[in-house]
């Protein structure tokens, strides 16, 4: 695939909601909230997603960050932000975003360019660029996917810029 569709994709075209819209009008306390039975509230989901995409994006410009040992430690314990928290993780998730843009339109030399990988169980496949931004934009688009999901719940849907409504 090209790195246009990955650039469309990012951008929450096609099958993909636009991850920014589906935040960006939410509130802290909305953010903050949680559905019974699930573990987690949209601003924890939004913290994961910057996590590793920042995670990601420092294998790709050359870095080497430590692996986490379990995966809870990709999740923050708050459960709760405030206003400028939240405003601060959707911006840092916007920002992410846009870096992940710049990657994928940086030509197909650096798209093919092999990443190491930071954790043993990954080092039988190798990754190039372009397969680390598929990571990203499918990570994303499953936990989008989740905040959408909470929302419909609580009654929150669609965002503000619009979505599907089936």
């Not at 993909?16 to 559905?35: F, G, T, W």
């Amino acid at each position: 695939m090209s790195d246009r569709c990955l650039v469309e994709l990012f951008h929450g075209q096609g099958a993909h909601m636009d991850p920014i819209a589906c935040v960006e009008d939410v509130s802290a306390q909305l953010a903050s909230r949680r559905v019974e039975a699930y573990p987690h509230s949209i601003a924890q989901i939004v913290s994961h997603v910057n996590y590793w995409m920042n995670y990601d994006l420092r294998r790709i410009s050359g870095e080497h960050p430590p692996y986490p040992a379990h995966a809870i430690e990709s999740w923050p314990h708050q459960v709760s932000v405030t206003q400028n928290e939240w405003q601060n993780g959707i911006q840092q998730c916007v920002r992410l975003i846009e870096r992940c843009i710049a990657v994928a339109s940086s030509g197909t030399k650096n798209l093919q360019r092999h990443v190491p990988a930071t954790h043993p169980s990954h080092e039988s496949h190798s990754s190039s660029v372009e397969a680390v931004l598929w990571q990203i934009l499918v990570h994303n688009s499953y936990h989008i996917g989740q905040v959408a999901l909470i929302r419909r719940c609580v009654g929150a849907w669609p965002p503000q810029r619009g979505s599907d409504t089936w």
